[in-house]
C-alpha cells in the first residue's frame, strides 16, 4: 500500500513534453492523480500508461488545442465540474525568439491565444470552484523574458508578462481564501519549445541552459517554500526582493493629482 499522501488531481497543461511531462511525473510522484492535456493524444496516452505504471496514480488524457475556443471549452468545463482537481498547472505555450518586424503576425496571435487567453479562462473556470472549497492550486509558468522582454521576440515577452502580472493580481485577490498561486519564470530549458521558437537549443551557450528536471524540481521546491515567484536560476534571491521591493515603493506615486514638476512648463 502506498504511504504518499493523495493530494487530488492536477490538470497540466502542455504535458505531451517538456516541462509539462516532467510536472506530470513529479506530481505523481508527489501523490496527484492527473488529468494531462495537450493536442498529442499519443503522446499523453503514453505518458499516462508509464506514470500510472511506475506510480499507481490514476492519469487521464484530454487531446485538446488550447488556441482553438471549442477546445478549451471543453478543459474549461472539466476545471468547473470536477471537484477532485486541487492543483491547475498553465504550462502550454510557444515561443519565437524572431524579432517583430520579422514575425508572422497570425502566429503572434496564436501565441497570445495559447500563452495568454488559455492560461487566463482556465483559471477564470477553476479559480471559483477554488474559493468556494477555501483550497486550491494556481501554478503559472512564466519566463524569465517577463522581466527580460528584451531577450527575445516581444509578443513572446509580452505574452510572459501578462502570466507574472497575472498571477501576483491573483495572490493579491485569493490569497486570503485559500488559494496559493505561483508564477515560475525559467531561462532557457533545454526542451523542444527552442526548436519551435526557431532556435535550436544546442545554438545556446550550455552554462544558460538547465534541464528541465532540474528546472520542475527547482520550481516545486520554490512552491514548498511558498513563493509566489520562483526564478529557478537566480542564485541570489535578495535580487528578486530588491526589485520587487522598488516597485512597490513606486505604488503610493503612480496616480497623483498633479503631473510631475518636470512636466509643467
Ligand atoms: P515544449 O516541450 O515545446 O512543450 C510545449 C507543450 O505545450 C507541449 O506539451 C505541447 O504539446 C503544448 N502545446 C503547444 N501548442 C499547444 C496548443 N495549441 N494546445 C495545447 N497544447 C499545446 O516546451 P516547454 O519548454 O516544455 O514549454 C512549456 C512552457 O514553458 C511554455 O509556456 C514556455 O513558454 C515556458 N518556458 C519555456 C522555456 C524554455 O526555455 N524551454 C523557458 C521559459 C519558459 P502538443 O504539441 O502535443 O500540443
Same mark, same amino acid.
Given at each position: 500500500m502506498s504511504t504518499i499522501a493523495h493530494n487530488g488531481t492536477a490538470l497540466v497543461t =502542455? +504535458? /505531451? /513534453? =517538456?516541462i509539462g511531462a516532467v510536472y506530470a511525473d513529479r506530481l505523481a510522484r508527489r501523490g496527484y492523480d492527473l488529468i494531462l492535456v495537450a493536442r498529442s493524444g499519443d503522446k499523453l496516452k503514453e505518458l499516462a500508461a508509464r506514470i500510472t505504471d511506475e506510480t499507481g496514480r490514476s492519469v487521464e488524457t484530454l487531446s485538446a488545442d488550447l488556441t482553438k475556443t471549442e477546445d478549451l471549452a471543453r478543459v474549461e468545463q472539466v476545471l468547473r465540474t470536477d +471537484? /477532485?482537481? %486541487?492543483l491547475l498547472v498553465n504550462n502550454a505555450g510557444v515561443g519565437a525568439t524572431a524579432p517583430l518586424l520579422q514575425s508572422d503576425i497570425a502566429k503572434m496571435e496564436s501565441m497570445v491565444a495559447l500563452n495568454v487567453t488559455g492560461p487566463m479562462r482556465l483559471t477564470y473556470a477553476v479559480a471559483p470552484a477554488f474559493v468556494s472549497r477555501g483550497t486550491g492550486t494556481i501554478i503559472n509558468i512564466a519566463s524569465i523574458v517577463a522581466i527580460a522582454p528584451e531577450v527575445l521576440n516581444g509578443v513572446y515577452g509580452g505574452s510572459k508578462a501578462f502570466i507574472l502580472a497575472f498571477s501576483q493580481s491573483l495572490h493579491h485577490e485569493l490569497a486570503d481564501k485559500g488559494v496559493r498561486v505561483q508564477a515560475v519564470l525559467p531561462g532557457a530549458t533545454a526542451t523542444d519549445f527552442w526548436d519551435a521558437a526557431g532556435l535550436p537549443v544546442s545554438h545556446l551557450p550550455s552554462e544558460i541552459v538547465m534541464s528541465a528536471t532540474d528546472m520542475v524540481e527547482a520550481a516545486l521546491s520554490g512552491l514548498d517554500q511558498g513563493? &509566489?515567484? %520562483?526564478? #529557478? +536560476? &537566480? #542564485?541570489?534571491?535578495a535580487d528578486w526582493n530588491t526589485f520587487d521591493t522598488a516597485r512597490l515603493a513606486l505604488g503610493p506615486n503612480l496616480s497623483l493629482a498633479a503631473p510631475a514638476a518636470r512636466y509643467s512648463a
Open positions: =502542455g +504535458a /505531451s /513534453s =517538456g +471537484a /477532485s482537481i %486541487t513563493e &509566489l515567484v %520562483t526564478i #529557478p +536560476a &537566480l #542564485p541570489n534571491i
